[in-house]
């Protein structure tokens, strides 16, 4: 599956989640609308096998003092005069 940008749905006046699915059988993929309380789809709308959910990764950026590498490095000592 290609990975793309999520859509946004509202549904009642709430953002619902977009998850993937691929079925283990005949490999269709396939993307569900659906709200956090909702349970997990189990089955193939192709061919009634099972599926599973489809985990992609996530871009995160971090800004500021603190994440790198060389913030936490410790500095290297002075000769006092």
């Known amino acids: 599956m290609a990975k793309r940008e999520p859509e946004i749905v509202e549904e009642k006046g709430r953002i619902v989640p977009t998850y ?3 079925c283990t059988a005949c490999d269709h993929a396939f ?13 193939c709308p192709v061919c009634k096998g099972e599926i599973r959910k489809v985990y992609s990764t996530v871009g995160v950026v971090f800004k500021g003092p603190g994440f790198y590498k060389t913030d ?5 000592a002075t000769p006092s005069e």
């Open 72 to 76: 936490s490095v410790a500095k290297p």
């Open 20 to 22: 993937q699915y691929a």
């Open 31 to 43: 993307e569900a609308f659906q709200t956090f309380s909702e349970s997990p789809l189990t089955e």
